[in-house]
Nanobody, 124 residues
Framework: QVQVVESGGGLVQAGGSLRLSCTAS????????MGWFRQAPGKEREGVSC????????YHADSVKGRFTISRDNAKNILYLEMNSLSPEDTAIYYC?????????????????WGQGTQVTVPS
């Protein structure tokens, strides 16, 4: 049974940093591209960042480019999202997802397995 579990969310002041982690079990981790998505209250889900199976290719949405960094440790089956210079607009539930493909895309429909999400709150 595949399990995807996010951690590391919390409350952080504007300008601060957080690192989200995601562990995936029940699958061969390096067979999967991985992505981070987020959904703010009253808004549609948004693709944030993705990384291919090896970690050699990453892509970030314009809204987070230069502030967020996605990475993975295939030896430990862990995905990370380093978030810097956080603003209230980053407040959302952040989801980790696994895509049984070689590439990397921010289309959520490509992804096969999803975590339950972790809340990130940046008060205004």
């Amino acid at each position: 049974q595949v399990q995807v579990v996010e951690s590391g969310g919390g409350l952080v002041q504007a300008g601060g940093s957080l690192r989200l982690s995601c562990t995936a079990s029940g699958l061969t981790f390096d067979d999967y591209a991985m992505g981070w998505f987020r959904q703010a209250p009253g808004k549609e889900r948004e693709g944030v960042s993705c990384i291919n199976w090896s970690g050699g290719y990453t892509y970030h949405a314009d809204s987070v480019k230069g502030r967020f960094t996605i990475s993975r440790d295939n030896a430990k089956n862990i995905l990370y999202l380093e978030m810097n210079s956080l603003s209230p607009e980053d407040t959302a539930i952040y989801y980790c997802a696994a895509d049984a493909g070689w590439g990397c895309a921010l289309d959520g429909t490509d992804y096969d397995y999803w975590g339950q999400g972790t809340q990130v709150t940046v008060p205004s």
